[in-house]
């Protein structure tokens, strides 16, 4: 069974940076995409960010160019370097797989005050 642990948030200024990080386990992790979502009050969980296997990385739109998604297979982490933090990144960040993903960590609080 996968677990994943994020941590890493916190309160932030408009303009400054966070790394989280996902802690996972489970045999899974080094042969599946995996991906970064947010959940902000009151709106639907979303897709942030996906890394495949190989490396091969995605972003939503509003992200591209400002966070970078990467993988240590080794360590069984997949983090999220957030930079140019606007206030509407304001969010629960949790990690799972991109495709089926299994069951939710209790994701890390980001707020960005402006």
């Known amino acids: 069974q996968v677990q994943l642990v994020e941590s890493g948030g916190g309160l932030v200024q408009a303009g400054g940076s966070l790394t989280l990080s996902c802690a996972t386990s489970g045999d899974i992790f080094s042969i599946v995409p995996m991906a970064w979502y947010r959940q902000a009050l009151g709106k639907q969980r979303e897709l942030v960010a996906v890394i495949t296997s190989h490396d091969v990385t995605n972003y939503h739109d509003s992200v591209k160019g400002r966070f970078t998604i990467s993988r240590d297979n080794a360590k069984n982490t997949v983090n999220l370097q957030m930079n140019s933090l606007k206030p509407e990144d304001t969010a629960v960040y949790y990690c799972?797989?991109?495709?089926?993903?299994?069951?939710w960590g209790q994701g890390t609080q980001v707020t960005v005050s402006s």
């Open positions: 799972n797989t991109a495709i089926s993903p299994r069951a």
